[in-house]
């Protein structure tokens, strides 16, 4: 049986940066697992430009991105296998036993000290949607589409409806347009859209895209092809307003409904996962509940921009390293709750460990509704420990803030800490 320190389950960017950084953190025996013809993951159907404006101060396009960490895989020499499904992930004691399955190798069981997680996410199908209607052709997820225009050469449609407005369905409508087809409307079910601003204006408002926010399918027509699609307004609480039907012409509807973790993997595996973000439950150090398991980029919790699914994943290589060094200490450490208050929807890290943290910790975070003019408050019992203020916070956007040891080491009496947005 092979075995290895640690096993990388998905070789886009977050499986790439993670597995460089534990080969710089001194983890030789180390592999990737990819089940896609080649590395690099979601980016590789992303040829827009705007990755890694943070990490490089360069406009890259996806691939080009990818690229970038792909060189250092094979600089570094880091052994990885494409084609090759993770079947399971089992945790049994101090080892963990994965599973996976190739046609060169067969069905393999691969035993490792640590395991990442870096499977990503995939799309809220139709099926999870509920649209009533015949269910003829003509009907694909945003990212599907993404695909086939970019990496097959296929064009899905000459005229199109595209239901949600996060960042996938915005730049399907750009590049719909940039390839000759007909863009008629982006709908969106809530009173704002789901993607960055920077998307809604290079996307939408540059090639005059109509963007409905508050509206819905109702109905799809077309039996064999779709011939068009019904929106309707909604209310308050997401139902269509009757009398506010609107017909439009299509061949083609995309959905753009949001993205799930890709956590059937960790569910097996026993991992506790949240019930906001769809991935597991972590530590400040991105560790799951089950010990020498960790987790980032999309799996962990769906990023907007790359930069930070690199940044996220450099940590996770390095102490998944630090794990396997056992420079990690052993013994009981007090545990403090983050706990989301008062817009705040969910944060990343969920939990920190106060010794083992780094002397500043980037806590991640989204809100549930668009917000002006409010303060991000931090409290340790009533002590309050930041106070920052922001202009414009939307659920699109994947916000931070920084928490400082020094500043929680010092209140050891509290097990938790409440984050909230507040009005001063
Ligand atoms: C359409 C789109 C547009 C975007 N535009 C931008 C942008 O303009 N700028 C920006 O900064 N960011 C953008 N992003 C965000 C960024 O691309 C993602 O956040 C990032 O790619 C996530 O990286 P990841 O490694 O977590 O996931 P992925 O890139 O999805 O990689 C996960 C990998 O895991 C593999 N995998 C999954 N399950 C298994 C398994 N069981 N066994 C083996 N392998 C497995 C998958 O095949 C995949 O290769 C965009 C994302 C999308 C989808």
């Known amino acids: 049986m092979q075995e290895y320190e640690l096993i990388i389950v998905g ?26 013809y080649e590395l690099g993951g979601i980016l590789n159907q992303c040829i827009h430009n705007g990755f890694g404006l943070h990490t490089f101060k360069e406009e890259l396009t996806g691939p080009e991105y990818a690229q970038r960490f792909i060189d250092q895989v094979f600089e570094k020499n880091i052994p990885y296998k494409l084609n090759t499904m993770v ?16 046609k060169e190798d067969g069905l393999m ?36 589409a993404q695909r086939l225009v970019n990496m097959e050469g296929l064009m899905p449609g000459r005229e199109v409806v595209i239901l949600g407005s996060g960042d996938i369905g915005l730049i399907m409508a750009r590049r719909m347009t940039l390839e000759g087809a007909k863009v008629k409307v982006v709908a969106e079910l809530l009173p704002y859209s789901g993607g960055l601003q920077r998307n809604i204006v290079q996307c939408l408002e540059d090639f005059d895209i109509p963007l409905k926010l508050s509206h819905t399918v109702v109905e799809v027509h077309g039996k064999e092809r779709v011939t068009g699609v019904t929106l309707a307004e909604v209310d308050e609480n997401r139902r269509p307003i009757p009398g506010t039907e609107e017909f439009y012409s299509c061949d083609t509807l995309l959905l753009s409904c949001g993205l799930i973790p890709e956590n059937e993997l960790s569910v097996k595996a026993g991992i506790e996962l949240s019930n906001i973000t769809s991935g597991p439950v972590v530590n400040e150090s991105l560790e799951t509940n ?27 290589g390095q102490q998944a390293a630090a794990f396997l060094q056992e420079k990690e200490s052993d013994k009981k450490e007090k545990t403090i709750i983050i706990q989301p208050e008062g817009g705040i929807r969910y944060t990343v890290p969920q939990k920190i460990r106060t010794e083992s943290m780094e002397e500043n910790l980037t806590v991640r975070f989204r809100v549930g509704k668009v917000y002006e ?18 202009k414009k916070m939307a659920p699109g956007e994947m916000e931070q ?22 009005e001063a």
């Open 87 to 102: 079947l399971e992930i089992e945790a049994c004691g101090d080892e963990k036993m994965v599973t996976a399955i190739n």
């Open 290 to 316: 089950i010990k020498g398991i960790f987790a980032c980029g999309n799996v962990l919790h769906v990023h907007d921009l790359v930069d930070y699914v690199s940044e996220e994943a450099k940590k996770a």
């Open 373 to 390: 003019n409010v303060y991000v408050n931090v409290y340790l019992g009533d002590k309050q420990i930041i106070h920052k203020k922001r």
């Open 109 to 144: 069981r691969l035993k490792t000290k640590s395991v990442i997680l870096a499977m990503g996410c995939r799309e809220r199908p139709r099926g999870a949607l509920n649209i009533p209607g015949y269910r003829p052709a003509g009907i694909y997820t945003a990212g599907t």
């Open 401 to 422: 803030i920084i928490l400082k040891k020094s500043d929680l080491t010092q209140e050891l009496k509290f097990d938790k800490i409440i984050m909230k947005l507040e």
């Open 11 to 36: 070789g886009g960017p977050a499986g790439l940066a993670a597995a460089i950084s534990a080969r710089e953190n001194g983890i030789e025996r180390l592999l990737i697992l990819e089940r896609d």
